[in-house]
């Protein structure tokens, strides 16, 4: 029984850290407990939350996905491109933005678990590429898609929550249960935390480090998706530097750089704890240089933290 | 005269008390001789006295003065020179930079490139590396000229502050004219003062080179003597002692059909094939000395190695399948339970329960590939019951508990996977006598249900408590194998070295 509640003490340790730090912007910033700051939060929430899944994700299984800002933004410019110029219907032009997600992550898994090259190094690759790849599929223009994809994140009324807030959340607890409740994520664990003793426990282990990376590509994917209406635009430039957010909440939310320990709800609560601080931070009128500073020193107390707590 | 080394009382453990009471003296341009079976203490000796390890207590006297060095540059800076059998040298270097590193001249800004050339080229004059440059990249090099590159890194000390010079295992990898060559430079070396501790299986080369001998056992020195007056075969009789021959079960038993067959096999570590078989119901042990190809075996049986070639084909009723990657061999039912166990079998900062069920998540039977958490954990707790496992219960994290309980629940994955093809390697080392003899009951129980199992040990004293027949590899060669009741531990002590002496030894 112990055990168990330690087990919960982990996500609960950061939980307690999101509520002092929305109870201090709720002392310090006149406006912090307002509908306009939760506005904020919800609609910018979902894209990371996404992309966060896949990144944790990839962490446990010891690599990294360095390209899923370059994605989300190569999705955006699928979507609108094949809404607009190809005049198809948005969930047709969704599904082809999420493929592409799709399909880089599948060249960095391949590259990465079968070629046996550094997933670091692969990934990187498809972070130029990627954007470069956005850049060509939208003649390097911002492409305006306008209402039809905006609705996905406002509120629907009466449930006051967006579809891409309600997908998100859905995706958490589906991830966390794949996670903790299947062989895959277990695997996943396994190969993260000791390569060599999984292959020995007869795992095949390329096409779980595959996998992982494909389903990072698709989050990514559908994090463009959810940028993209967030935006009402499809942007070239967007999500640069996405990727160090995610992986930033998902080590806030107790992801070991060198795999095999994480979890996703703790990444999540990452992701709410980097939007509160910006929105907060924001709300104290404190310059963009000094919010860079302040996140950044939360990011390595957060690793400063774990560190000590897991001692 | 005060010796060059004295060491008094010295103990060290691990797990186990690993050496006890060792007292040596060496005196100033002797050759020492240090020879006993794997895991007799000899690596821990040689630690201790080059810095790399500290004594639990005794004392060291280095030239009269007390010596107790805190690193290995401790050591170096009192004239202590290694060479070490797993090579201390780095890839990506030249062989220059190799041999000069601990070393390097210096000038007034940084490394003076030239000497370190002219340094290093006399160096590997001097051991018999004329040929190449010493700008090679090491990776180019053979084992046998990295191992020469070892012994002039080692000889690379000014020869005026070199005090003693170990060379654990130095000929593993040399033709004998190299070997020759060796034991010339450490003959001129001690006659203008050096010491030398020579460590070594090839009993023959320690009895023609060194001075004095020293026969290590379990911890303890048995003997230490002048060369002149011993043969090999003393010195082996030594090192196995005598309480040997106790077969706790020695009635003959019946096997089943065979189980596993291993046609052929070879790989970048054997390079000559290796074929056995193992009935179900019997055990295969496999004895030879450390470096003599066994763990590179089983790893190439469970179908791990590089450039493996040949076949493993696991037989069951109507049906045979061939082994040709791990995944395959561990859902065909072979186990692998590896000699590392950090690194191979252990997931560290996991729980118990992950540890017992990973090779076997399938077997829990959860529809659509979800694990029940109630189902594993019962299922782990009755394992860790049957094994007696010692810990808080399968949600404790596995790095607490000790080696012993770690390697039950090796053992214990697998049978949860429900293996019945198992591969051994070292399956007791570093494990208390109780988690011992637990492993070996468990092991006997799955024999008798039918198991066929494969079991690589140093210990002579398990082979031949547990096994039906004992194959002996020697140099990564199949020697010889031998059945219950015809084998005595001198016997498979002398198979084991036989192709590191270049004599045959008569079929058993």
Same mark, same amino acid.
């Given at each position: 029984?112990?055990? !168990? ?40 929430? +979902? ?70 090259? +550094? ?31 905006? /609705? ?46 999984? !292959? ?37 430039? /967007? ?7 995610? =992986? ?24 709410? =704890? =980097? ?15 000094? !919010? ?20 | *005269? ?42 821990? &000796? ?13 004392? *060291? ?23 070490? @059998? ?59 000229? #990295? ?5 002039? #890194?080692?000889?690379? *000390? ?6 003693? $010079?170990? $060379? ?76 040997? $021959? ?87 039912? *072979? ?32 529809? $659509? ?38 390697? #039950?629940?090796?053992?214990?994955? %697998?049978? @949860?996977?429900?293996?019945?093809? %198992?591969? &051994? ?23 008798? @249900? ?36 015809? %084998? ?21």
């Amino acid at each position: 029984m112990l055990r !168990k509640l330690n087990l919960l003490f982990e996500e609960l340790f950061i939980f307690i850290a999101l509520l002092l730090l929305v109870a201090f912007f709720g002392v310090m910033a006149e406006n912090f407990f307002t509908a306009g700051t939760l506005m904020a939060i919800l609609t910018q929430l +979902p894209a990371l939350t996404v992309v966060t899944i896949g990144m944790t994700l990839v962490l446990i299984s010891g690599g990294i996905d360095l390209s899923v800002g370059s994605v989300v933004a190569l999705s955006g410019g699928v979507i609108g491109i094949a809404f607009t110029v190809f005049e198809l219907p948005l969930i047709i032009a969704a599904a082809l933005g999420i493929l592409a997600g799709g399909c880089a992550g599948l060249v960095n898994g391949v590259l990465g678990s079968y070629f046996r090259l +550094p997933v670091f190094i692969v990934t990187l690759g498809m972070l130029e590429a990627g954007r470069g790849l956005a850049y060509m599929v939208t003649d390097s223009q911002t492409v305006y898609i306008g209402a039809s994809i905006q /609705a996905l994140s406002l509120p629907i009324s009466g449930i006051g929550l967006s579809p891409s807030f309600i997908m998100s959340l859905t995706l958490v607890v589906l991830a966390q249960y794949a996670l903790t409740r299947t062989i895959f994520g277990r695997y996943l664990i396994a190969i993260g935390t000791n390569e060599q003793a999984a !292959k020995i426990s007869g795992i095949r282990t390329e096409p779980y480090l595959t996998w992982v990376l494909v389903i990072s590509g698709l989050l990514a994917g559908l994090g463009g998706l959810m940028n993209a209406a967030y935006l009402g635009a499809s942007d070239p430039n /967007a999500a640069i530097g996405l990727e160090l957010s995610a =992986i930033a909440a998902a080590v806030i939310g107790g992801t070991s750089l060198m795999g095999g320990r994480g979890s996703i709800v703790g990444a999540f609560i990452g992701v709410l =704890i =980097i939007s509160v601080l910006q929105n907060g931070l924001a709300q104290l009128g404190v310059s963009e240089p000094v !919010k860079r500073l302040i996140t950044g020193l939360v990011i390595i107390l957060a690793v400063l933290l774990d560190r000590w707590r897991s001692r | *005269m005060t010796a060059r080394i004295a060491i008094e009382g010295l103990d060290k453990s691990f797990a186990t008390p690993v050496l006890k009471q060792v007292a040596l003296q060496i005196s100033t341009g002797s050759i020492h001789g240090l020879v006993g079976e794997n895991g007799a203490g000899k690596s821990t &000796l040689i630690n201790i006295i080059s810095g790399l390890l500290p004594p639990d207590s005794g004392s *060291m006297a280095l030239d009269g003065k007390s010596y107790s060095p805190t690193s290995r540059k401790a050591a170096l800076d009192a004239g202590i020179a290694l060479a070490s @059998q797993e090579l201390s040298l780095i890839d990506t270097l030249s062989v220059a930079e190799n041999i000069l590193l601990t070393s390097f001249p210096q000038r007034a800004l940084g490394i003076n490139r030239h000497a370190v050339r002219q340094r290093a080229r006399v160096l590997m004059d001097l051991v018999g590396l004329e040929q190449l440059s010493p700008q090679t990249p090491l990776a180019q090099l053979s084992l046998a000229e #990295k191992q020469l590159v070892e012994l002039a #890194k080692a000889l690379s *000390m000014p020869e005026d502050t070199t005090r003693l $010079l170990i $060379l654990d295992e130095p000929t593993s990898a040399l033709t004998s004219p190299q070997a020759d060559q060796l034991h010339r430079i450490i003959k001129q070396r001690s006659a203008s003062g050096l010491s030398v501790i020579y460590v070594s299986h090839r009993l023959d080369d320690v009895l023609s080179v060194c001075d004095t001998v020293s026969v290590l056992r379990d911890g303890v020195i048995q003997l230490t003597a002048a060369c002149a007056s011993l043969t090999s075969n003393d010195l082996i009789r030594e090192m196995s002692g005598e309480e040997l $021959l106790r077969h706790s079960d020695d009635k003959p038993r019946t096997f089943g059909d065979v189980r596993l067959t291993v046609e052929q096999l070879s790989s970048v570590d054997f390079p000559e094939p290796i074929s056995l078989h193992c009935h179900r119901g019997e055990i295969l042990g496999i004895a030879g000395l450390a470096g003599a190809g066994r763990s590179e075996l089983l790893h190439a049986i469970y179908g791990l190695s590089a450039e493996r070639q040949g076949r493993v084909v696991l037989h069951a009723a109507g049906q045979d399948s061939v082994i040709d990657s791990a995944s395959t061999a561990a859902n065909n039912g *072979m186990a692998l339970i590896a000699e590392d166990r950090k690194s191979q079998g252990i997931f560290t900062g996991k729980t118990i329960s992950l540890n017992t069920t990973i090779a076997g998540l399938g077997k829990l039977g959860g529809a $659509l590939s979800a694990i029940l958490p109630r189902r594993e954990q019962r299922v782990t707790e009755e394992l860790i019951a049957q094994l007696k496992v010692k810990c808080e219960g399968p949600l404790q994290t596995i790095d607490k508990l000790s080696g012993g309980n770690q390697q #039950k629940l090796l053992v214990a994955r %697998w049978l @949860q996977a429900k293996s019945d093809v %198992w591969l &051994l390697d070292e399956p007791t080392r570093g494990v208390d006598v109780g988690s011992k003899l637990a492993i070996h009951d468990q092991l006997r129980q799955s024999r008798d @249900q039918g198991a066929a199992l494969l079991i690589v040990s140093s210990e002579l004293e398990e082979l031949t408590a547990l096994c039906d027949r004992i194959l002996v590899l020697s140099d990564k060669k199949a020697v010889e194998t031998y059945h219950r009741g015809q %084998w005595d531990k001198e016997m498979l002590l002398e198979a084991a070295f036989s192709n590191y002496q270049g004599v045959r030894v008569a079929a058993g």
